[in-house]
């Protein structure tokens, strides 16, 4: 075994890897950015070297840097996690070629695998069943038109080097193909420098399923099992499951077969996972899965099934790198229980899910035993604009998909990150959903779900938390004391020094505060004799709704449901549920629109990034919708489009133009 690995990445897979590293007793070398200096990867290493600035192509993109970093540090292997530099065949021959020891497949497996025309054409050859398409060399937007035309809609434009969803399209008619390769290309150039694509025959209820696979030096290649990677949001992966709800075990045989040929077919050694797309419009059936591409490296959803093969993955690379067979043969691994895994995401789903960036001022993740967090961020620390926008992953391992489903919903509800907003109200929505506990999924959940799992159905109780909280803290300021609220004084729970009529009489516990939907306001009222220690005997009342308040520890119990709150800023934030509130003291100025907000037609970039379209000129009449300016940011494209049919009155933007966060770069006025 090599006595010390350096770790190519960042955030929370390079802490992974220390993990079992430092387990080993192996010495751990991390590598970092101008913008990760303080990040936990680096304080986890045992040696750490900056590469350069905080973008990636000037500093975890540059092979030279890295491998300079393992030299100065007397690294003896490099494991690349995933992203970056994990699936460059170019940079695993040059870590080989200096001696080092490469935790990864061959270069030439790779290249085979690398671009998905020639990956897909060798998996016909070899027997494993693909997609219908077309994988050819004419880029052409003539040919491409035709064989999107041939395969018939709706087709995928995807781009030949792509992953992650980046240069991804989905096209339902002929008239819309155009746009869509033009958008597909330009993401493909920028994420790979490669804007290349081919056309798959899009499946209408598609289910995502990958096999995760394993090779080593001597000969052998074995599976362990499948996941379902099927609930997605814009062909990005949000919750991974193991095994695949209504798997039943002939399909089982039948694509993990396919994934262990495919892995052979390019010799293949260490972690990799070959990806299915199965058509589920009937139940999954082993003649209805068809191979779709396969990752090369360690998947961010590795996890799961580490719960439930007992394995963990990144030992048996290191071990296998080192030139060790297998762990387990096949008959050697066991299924047990259900895994699932929820990727916390720094987004806005009530924005379009863009992603939001900024200090970590407030950042608690579940710490039960039960679950498993993965995460490079903490408390104190920034989600920047340079890195994809992922900080946690949540794992949950119980004996059945139900259990599961609760343990990681429950977990998710646990999360309060603030002021970066984030998925895990959204995630607790999907994972509670009636027809994800019933296994009823396939990669349009999301989408056909979107308006009422992006939605907070706890806003209420939001609000009478932030107003409970405030009137208990005025009822302590202005009343006879904190004593009045508590049922063992000789109160006995009825604060009525601060409800009476008389005369010169302490001022009611009365408040009002504001939030993105307007003011709110209540009062503390008697309500019922305490029955508890921490029982106020209060009542919040809000118009005619009359909700009981009681006090804890970090938060507050509305009703029968426990809130927390934060001060911060002279806002009051409130966590419920996973999602995130903020209330203050009412603006009665009269300003009342929101920056940024549709109410004055604005367009504004939802972050810094650079623009790469603008698809409308000032006085051209545009409908609602209607895309205008097309942003890059953090890797992906954000349009923004018409508030409502109007006329554009302004466009102060131009292809090429790097843009601040929250500049005008387009105004539309309304017909």
Not at 591 to 609: E, H, I, K, V
Request: proline share 6%; glycine share 10%.
């Amino acid at each position: 075994m090599f006595r010390s690995v350096l770790v190519a990445n960042r955030g929370e897979i390079a802490c992974r890897v220390f993990r079992t590293a430092q387990r080993m007793g192996i010495e751990t070398v991390a590598v970092y950015s101008e913008a990760d200096a303080h990040a936990p990867h680096v304080k986890m290493a045992d040696k750490a070297v900056l590469l350069g600035p905080a973008p990636a192509r000037e500093s975890y993109l540059v092979a030279e840097k890295v491998l300079q970093a393992a030299k100065d540090t007397g690294a003896e292997a490099i494991h690349p996690g995933y992203g970056f530099l994990s699936e460059n065949a170019e940079f695993a021959e040059a870590v080989e070629a200096a001696g080092l020891i490469w935790i990864g497949p061959k270069p030439s497996s790779i290249r085979a695998m690398g671009l998905k025309d020639a990956a897909k054409d060798l998996m016909d050859k070899a027997g494993v069943p693909v997609t219908p398409g077309y994988l050819g060399e004419d880029q052409t937007l003539e040919t491409l038109q035709k064989a999107a035309d041939k395969t018939g809609y709706p087709v995928l434009i995807k781009a030949v080097a792509g992953g992650g969803g980046k240069g991804m399209k989905k096209v339902e008619s002929a008239g819309e193909f155009a746009a869509a390769l033009a958008s597909a290309q330009r993401e493909s150039k920028a994420a790979f420098g490669d804007d290349r694509v081919l056309i798959e025959k899009y499946v209408t209820r598609p289910r995502h399923i990958e096999v995760q696979v394993f090779g080593d030096t001597h000969g052998n290649v074995v599976h362990l099992f499948e996941r379902d990677c099927s609930l997605q949001r814009r062909h990005q992966k949000v919750i991974e499951e193991a095994p695949a709800p209504g798997m039943d075990e002939a399909t089982r045989a039948a694509v993990t077969e396919a994934a262990v040929k495919a892995a052979k077919a390019v010799d293949y050694v260490g972690a990799g996972t070959v990806e299915f797309i199965a058509d589920a419009s009937e139940g999954l059936k082993g003649d209805r899965i068809w191979f779709m591409e396969m990752n090369t490296r360690l998947q961010v959803e590795h996890p799961v099934t580490e719960a439930v093969t007992g394995q963990d993955l990144v030992e048996w690379q290191f071990r296998v790198a080192a030139g060790e067979p297998l762990p387990l043969k096949q008959d050697e691994i066991e299924l047990d229980g259900w895994a699932m895994e929820a990727r916390l995401y720094a987004e806005d789903p009530a924005g379009g899910f863009l992603p939001s960036i900024g200090p970590l001022d407030h950042f608690v993740l579940p710490e039960d035993d039960g679950v498993r967090v993965e995460t490079g961020v903490e408390e104190g620390g920034e989600v920047s604009q340079f890195y994809d926008p992922m900080i946690a992953k949540l794992i949950v391992h119980a004996e059945d998909r139900e259990s599961a489903a609760a343990g990681l919903a429950d977990a998710c509800s646990q999360v309060q990150v603030w002021p970066v907003k984030t998925n895990a109200g959204f995630l607790v929505r999907c994972l509670d959903h009636p027809d994800f506990v019933d296994g009823d999924v396939d990669t349009g959940f999301i989408g056909a779900r979107e308006a009422e799992l992006v939605e907070p159905d706890n806003e209420g109780l939001a609000a009478s938390a932030a107003l409970g909280s405030a009137a208990l803290e005025q009822a302590w300021a202005h009343g006879p004391g904190r004593d009045a609220l508590d049922p063992t004084s000789p109160w006995d729970g009825r604060p009525t020094g601060l409800f009476g009529f008389r005369l010169n009489a302490a001022p009611r516990a009365e408040v009002r505060l504001e939030d993105a939907h307007g003011v709110h306001a209540a009062r503390l009222a008697p309500g019922r004799p305490a029955d508890h220690p921490l029982d106020t005997g209060l009542v919040l009342e809000m118009g005619e709704v009359r909700r009981p308040v009681s006090e804890l520890p970090g938060g507050m119990v509305v009703g029968d449901e426990a809130v927390t709150l934060i001060e911060r800023d002279d806002r009051l934030i409130v966590f419920v549920d996973g999602d995130v509130f903020s209330f203050g003291t009412p603006n009665y100025s009269g300003t009342g629109a929101t920056a940024g907000g549709a109410s004055d037609g604005s367009l504004r970039a939802p972050m810094p990034g650079k623009v790469v379209a603008v698809q409308a000129k000032v006085g051209d009449t545009v409908t609602k919708g209607q895309s205008i300016v097309v942003v890059e940011a953090m890797k992906m494209e954000h349009a923004l489009t018409a508030p409502y049919d109007g006329t554009v009155a302004e466009v102060s933007a131009s292809v090429g133009d790097q843009v601040v966060d929250g500049a005008v770069l387009a105004r539309v006025e309304e017909l």
